[in-house]
């Protein structure tokens, strides 16, 4: 639990960090095009880049918290022991999702992107690194569903 919760306020720190840079990246580009007349040239990719980090990282901080949209009709009308069986098939099924598609479709990517030396047009960064939040998040997920698991 006490690990959870650290993992908890990480990620919520580093949401806030990165959502707080996108913001003042938005407000330099409204800047320079609107009051100097020449759009800086990063601003655009920059923001794009971190709205991936914020949404892919954000799923899985709000799965940790368990807050992430659900369909209750069928465990409200459950006892408690089919309930609790119900969570636990659909915490499996997460984490089988979330490792095929997250950490091992995330490392193929990163990697292909990586060995193609892909970088991005104007920061000039490896858009590997771009990538790199779908393992992360991916193992973050699993993470916080075994924690559910053992927890429950």
Not at 99 to 120: C, D, K, N, W
Request: no cysteine; charged share 10%; hydrophobic share 55%.
């Amino acid at each position: 639990m006490v690990l959870r919760n650290r993992v908890d306020k990480i990620l919520g720190i580093t949401l806030i960090t990165i959502m707080s840079v996108m913001v003042i990246n938005v407000l330099w580009q409204v800047f320079t095009r609107y009051v100097v007349g020449t759009p800086s040239s990063f601003t655009d990719e920059l923001a794009r880049y971190l709205m991936i980090w914020i949404g892919v990282l954000g799923a899985a901080y709000v799965s940790g918290k368990n807050m992430h949209v659900a369909i209750d009709v069928l465990p409200s009308k459950l006892n408690k022991k089919s309930q609790k069986i119900l969570a636990h098939l659909v915490s499996f099924i997460i984490i089988a999702f979330v490792f095929t598609a997250l950490i091992i479709g995330g490392i193929r990517l990163v990697y292909i992107t990586y060995i193609l030396e892909q970088y991005s047009p104007a920061l000039q960064i490896p858009v590997a690194l771009v990538y790199m939040v779908l393992p992360l998040s991916g193992i973050l997920i699993i993470y916080y569903k075994i924690s559910d698991l053992l927890g429950k």
